[in-house]
DNA sequence: ACAACAATTGTAGTTTAGTTACAATTAGTG
DNA sequence: CACTAATTGTAACTAAACTACAATTGTTGT
């Protein structure tokens, strides 16, 4: 038996440059978080969120790490919080896995 | 410092649950894969990609494990194989990350 | 060369998903 | 109740994806 250190384990399973490139509609993100889509344009508006959006009139798209923002800022308006501060809660919150990401999400040759 | 165990640091960056829900177009697909979308339904047609479509006329989504596929797939054809031998060759090379995801994939209580 | 099969590609016409840009409504606070 | 925050509704439009035909291109054996 081969034993893998955390970060090997890590890459073996998830392909990171790919996780970065799946990119869902914003149905996609209304069904996953439970959140409309009227409502995930509105925070967009107001700034909290960014999505991919390349042009007037293209089509939105949300990658894991905004998919998740959105989960983590939901959570926070149930529990009471205005949206703002549950935005600047989870912008801090997210920090760390926004950094982790970035380095692991570099583009490599793939290794199946 | 705090040191986690691979599976721990894992978790603490992906949420699979998560990730196995991030489903995407056919037309992400052919722009992460380079594949295009007119073979994509060929190969699915075909049987050898499995997408979520739930009904007739409904649109064609697929998640990490099918877009990780194609990727190999494509990589076979460059190298020769015929398209039902890269298939199986594939399938088998991806027997392990499958039931990986399985185990991991499993809805847990969101942990930030 | 050519038959036979594998693999891919083209596209017209239709459906589904997503867009903007208005405005209206609901909830919380001094 | 005035004021702001937050959300919601929707009409008219554009983008993305669908099916179901058929045609084309590549490979292999005789």
């Given at each position: 038996?081969?034993?893998?250190?955390?970060?090997?384990?890590?890459?073996?399973?998830?392909?990171?440059?790919?996780?970065?490139?799946?990119?869902?509609?914003?149905?996609?993100?209304?069904?996953?978080?439970?959140?409309?889509?009227?409502?995930?344009r509105?925070?967009?508006?107001?700034?909290?969120?960014q999505?991919?959006?390349?042009?007037?009139?293209?089509?939105?798209?949300?990658?894991?790490?905004?998919?998740?923002?959105?989960l983590?800022?939901?959570?926070?308006?149930?529990d009471?919080?205005?949206?703002?501060?549950?935005?600047?809660k989870?912008?801090?919150?997210?920090?760390?896995v926004?950094?982790?990401?970035?380095?692991?999400?570099?583009?490599?040759?793939?290794?199946?």
């Amino acid at each position: 038996m081969i034993t893998l250190s955390a970060s090997e384990e890590l890459q073996y399973l998830v392909d990171f440059d790919l996780l970065s490139k799946l990119v869902v509609g914003i149905g996609e993100v209304s069904d996953i978080t439970g959140v409309p889509t009227r409502q995930i344009r509105y925070w967009e508006d107001k700034g909290i969120l960014q999505s991919t959006k390349e042009a007037e009139g293209a089509t939105r798209k949300y990658d894991y790490l905004s998919v998740k923002k959105i989960l983590l800022i939901k959570e926070l308006l149930d529990d009471g919080y205005t949206l703002d501060a549950a935005a600047k809660k989870v912008e801090a919150r997210m920090k760390n896995v926004n950094e982790a990401f970035m380095k692991l999400a570099k583009p490599t040759k793939d290794e199946g």
